[in-house]
C-alpha cells in the first residue's frame, strides 16, 4: 500500500488550498478503511486534523472546524482535504494516512510522505 499526497503549496493568509491523497493498493479487501490528515509544524508534535471512516463519518480537530472538510471518492482510491480561511498557524506538513479498519481509531498502519502547507 502506497499513500501519495499532492496539492501543499504557498498561500497567502485567508487563501484555500486542496490537498489529495492517492491510495495504491488494497488496503482491505472489503474496500473500507479510515483515512486521516495529520500535519506537524517543525518544532510542535503531530496532530490530527481530520479523519473519515469507512461510513463516510467525519471528525476535526476544534481548530479546522468549519474551514476543513475531508472527503473521498471510493472510484479513485482518493482522499481530499479542502483547507479554506488558511492561517498562518495553519503551516504544516500534512500527512495522509490509512489504516484497514472500517471505523476510525489510534492507530495508522500507513502513511504518506507529506506535502507542506505554508501560509504567510
Known amino acids: 500500500v502506497q499513500l501519495v499526497e499532492s496539492g501543499g503549496g504557498s498561500v497567502q493568509t485567508g487563501g484555500s488550498l486542496r490537498l489529495s491523497c492517492v491510495v495504491f493498493?488494497?488496503?482491505?479487501?472489503?474496500?473500507?478503511?479510515?483515512m486521516g490528515w495529520f500535519r506537524q509544524a517543525p518544532g510542535k508534535e503531530r496532530e490530527k486534523v481530520a479523519t473519515?471512516?469507512?461510513?463516510?463519518?467525519?471528525e476535526y480537530t476544534d481548530s479546522v472546524k468549519g474551514r476543513f472538510t475531508i472527503s473521498r471518492d471510493g472510484a479513485k482510491n482518493t482522499v481530499y482535504l479542502q483547507i479554506n480561511s488558511l492561517k498562518p498557524e495553519d503551516t504544516a506538513k500534512y500527512y495522509c494516512?490509512?489504516?484497514?479498519?472500517?471505523?476510525?481509531?489510534?492507530?495508522?498502519?500507513?502513511w504518506g510522505q507529506g506535502t507542506q502547507v505554508t501560509v504567510s
Open positions: 494516512a490509512a489504516e484497514p479498519t472500517s471505523s476510525c481509531g489510534h492507530l495508522y498502519s500507513y
Open positions: 493498493g488494497y488496503v482491505n479487501s472489503r474496500g473500507f478503511y479510515c
Open positions: 473519515i471512516d469507512g461510513s463516510g463519518i467525519t
